[in-house]
Nanobody, 115 residues
Framework: QVQLVESGGGLVQPGGSLRLSCAAS????????MGWYRQAPEKARELVAS???????NYADSVKGRFTVSRDNAENTVSLQMNSLKPEDTAVYYC?????????WGKGTLVTVSS
């Protein structure tokens, strides 16, 4: 019923920047929370950054000061600006949202940080 579609992934050099976007098929204000997770090869999926009502934001310690999550209510999008990228940031990044007690996931977009 609700779809989340990520875009913006790709190959970037260490120290570079990349911006990911997530387009929702429902108004983002109808979600209790929205954010980004990532999963590296042979690693568990982890929370990267989230946006909640208030507004308020949460970040993983590993990305604080480098990543910024934002939303655009008019466009129904949530974005993740990633700066000073490191090889360890390489992962599939997933958009996530919780709406009326249900969890929704995008299909993911691959971010590769390598020289």
């Amino acid at each position: 019923q609700v779809q989340l579609v990520e875009s913006g992934g790709g190959l970037v050099q260490p120290g570079g920047s990349l911006r990911l976007s997530c387009a929702a098929s429902a108004p983002i204000f109808s979600f209790n929370t929205m954010g980004w997770y990532r999963q590296a090869p042979e690693k568990a999926r982890e929370l990267v950054a989230s946006f909640t009502s208030g507004p308020s934001t949460n970040y993983a310690d590993s990305v604080k000061g480098r990543f910024t999550v934002s939303r655009d209510n008019a466009e129904n999008t949530v974005s993740l600006q990633m700066n000073s990228l490191k090889p360890e940031d390489t992962a599939v990044y997933y958009c996530h949202g919780n709406r009326y007690g249900r969890n929704y996931w995008g299909k993911g977009t691959l971010v590769t940080v390598s020289s």
